[in-house]
């Protein structure tokens, strides 16, 4: 039906959640935006701020930025900030839209994003063998850094002035 990557790639983290755009609930549950956003704003209700909320004009701007490209002509561009919603929120306005559609897809909504959760824990751990693999070079190189800067030291000291001006070889005393 939906493939769970489709969706997966329109899951955004904002303000530390992983949140999905009104426009792309809509297009997944094959409703107009506009129809998709009566229906939540006649709801508000089932929709506190960890299910659902809105962009600030900063966050927009930021994230419209990264799209590259918008669609051309007059009518393409949205008027007001969209809602995002959370994995739960998705989930609570598949149940307003009540069509058979909107129960479907939200099985792959939730799969979306247990999906993106599953992969943000293994970079967890990844990133924590990262850390522990840091810890330990630093800690050999720490003991390398010791033993190249002792060597240094030595060679500076082999080529001071002092050493260079003893002479070699046979040497005549001047005062015999």
């Given at each position: 039906m939906v493939p769970t990557e489709f969706i997966a790639e329109r899951i955004f983290i904002v303000r530390g959640q992983k949140v999905i755009f009104d426009s792309d609930l809509a297009a997944l549950y094959e409703v107009p935006t506009k129809q998709f956003n009566q229906a939540v704003k006649r709801n508000l209700a089932k929709f506190p701020t960890d299910f659902m909320f809105s962009l600030t004009a900063a966050e927009w701007k930021s994230l419209r930025s990264q799209f590259v490209t918008?669609?051309?002509?007059?009518?393409?561009?949205r008027k007001y900030l969209p809602f995002d919603f959370t994995e739960?929120?998705?989930?609570m306005a598949a149940t307003l839209l009540?069509?058979?559609?909107?129960?479907?897809?939200?099985v792959y909504v939730v799969r979306a994003f247990v999906q993106l959760r599953e992969f943000l824990a293994s970079n967890k751990d990844l990133t924590r063998q990262l850390k522990a693999l840091e810890q330990r070079v630093e800690k050999k190189l720490g003991h390398h850094d010791q033993a190249i800067a002792g060597i240094i030291e030595t060679l500076r000291?082999?080529?001071?002035?002092?050493n260079a001006k003893r002479r070699i070889g046979f040497v005549i005393d001047d005062d015999k």
């Open positions: 918008l669609d051309a002509g007059p009518g393409r561009h739960h929120g998705a989930i009540n069509s058979p559609r909107a129960v479907e897809v939200s000291q082999l080529m001071s002035p002092a």
